[in-house]
């Protein structure tokens, strides 16, 4: 499995590091995501891109903070809840994060203002695993995370966006040389 270096200013140069400086500079500390998307600085600009798609709506800070909850919480991803928190309490009308029953899961198709937000079923071995695939004038964002594959009939659907996203680390040596149960194991290994 490929291991990525935790970048920080200090570790960093160039392009790297200049971006680190810029994300320490705007939010006050660097989302440990960053760090590892600085492996490849270009990520961290996709990132940036997609999230002015976001900043460009009609949406208030809370609203694109429900929206984002929302990925992150129907993904279980503690991961990226922590760095989302932090995020909003940086605005006032989402001081201590957001009350869950402000969340909404998005299992169906969903238009909000200019931005259609549609789910796409993914493979992972949880309840219901979605990806999104965020539209708004003109733009296509496809983010799909925690998946084992990615299915040919998935394909039409995510062609041609203008940014992908996508985190899979399934590796089935690693997943057999792991000391979880067997039963765990097959679970993991089945095509769901």
Request: glycine share 4%; with cysteine.
């Given at each position: ?25 705007k939010y006050g ?33 809370g609203q694109k ?25 940086m605005h006032n ?100």
């Amino acid at each position: 499995m490929t291991s990525f270096t935790f970048h920080t200013p200090e570790n960093s140069q160039g392009d790297t590091k200049d971006i680190l400086n810029k994300v320490q500079t705007k939010y006050g500390f660097i989302p440990s995501l960053f760090n590892y998307m600085a492996e490849a600085p270009y990520t961290i600009d996709a990132y940036a891109y997609m999230k002015g798609l976001l900043d460009k709506s009609d949406f208030s800070d809370g609203q694109k903070q429900v929206a984002l909850f929302a990925v992150i919480h129907y993904h279980d991803c503690n991961f990226c809840t922590t760095a989302q928190r932090a995020f909003g309490k940086m605005h006032n009308n989402v001081k201590n994060g957001l009350p869950t029953d402000l969340i909404k899961f998005l299992d169906c198709p969903m238009q909000i203002k200019d931005l259609f937000i549609t789910p796409i079923k993914t493979s992972h071995d949880s309840a219901e695993p979605y990806g999104f695939i965020f539209e708004s004038n003109g733009k296509k964002v496809v983010h799909i995370t925690d998946t084992g594959y990615l299915p040919n009939t998935m394909f039409d659907s995510i062609r041609d966006a203008d940014v992908y996203f996508f985190e899979s680390n399934y590796d089935p040596e690693l997943l057999l040389e792991s000391r979880r149960p067997h039963f765990l194991k097959q679970r993991i290994f089945s095509n769901k």
